[in-house]
């Protein structure tokens, strides 16, 4: 499991290089998989932060991660399910 969240998170690093707008956002994965990767991407950016604050050259990588997890919650969002109000 733990593999093929480091692969999504590998393909949704690889789609941020590409400057694509949200609305064009293809989101190929189901919301488990987004979920697992949202993880890492998480524990990722945290540990970037840690850098960042010792080393003002990690700050660049706190970035990333930062456009990385953005899209990737917009594809998490755009695949929940939606709940409706109606009674």
Do not use: F, W
């Amino acid at each position: 499991m733990a593999k093929l969240g480091i692969a999504i998170a590998t393909a949704l690093m690889l789609c941020a290089l590409t400057s694509a707008p949200a609305a064009a956002l293809e989101c190929k994965y189901t919301p488990a998989e987004y979920t697992e990767a949202l993880r890492h991407l998480e524990a990722a950016a945290a540990k970037a932060r840690v850098l960042a604050e010792q080393n003002p050259l990690y700050e660049s990588d706190v970035a990333y991660y930062g456009s990385v997890l953005r899209d990737t919650r917009a594809c998490a969002k755009t695949l929940a399910p939606v709940v409706s109000a109606s009674r």
